[in-house]
């Protein structure tokens, strides 16, 4: 499940966190609304790693916003 802490979007994995975005690629998401994984590239903070791993994930929160 995703989370916020201390200004970075989170995955909980076991008994961890895995920090995923800092605050400031999540207001890139927010004022971008990316509908597609290419779109996610364009935004500061967000790579191909992050895209490739955990994409589809982050576009089905902007959908179900």
Not at 5 to 19: E, P, T
Not at 48 to 64: D, F, H, I, Q
Request: proline share 6%; aromatic share 6%; hydrophobic share 50%.
């Amino acid at each position: 499940p995703l989370g916020f802490m201390a200004g970075y979007l989170c995955l909980a994995i076991g008994n961890g966190l895995v920090w995923l975005l800092l605050g400031s690629a999540l207001i890139g998401i927010a004022n971008a609304q990316p509908t597609h994984l290419d779109e996610l590239l364009d935004i500061p903070g967000i790579g191909p790693k992050t895209a490739s791993e955990y994409g589809a994930e982050l576009l089905a929160l902007v959908r179900n916003r």
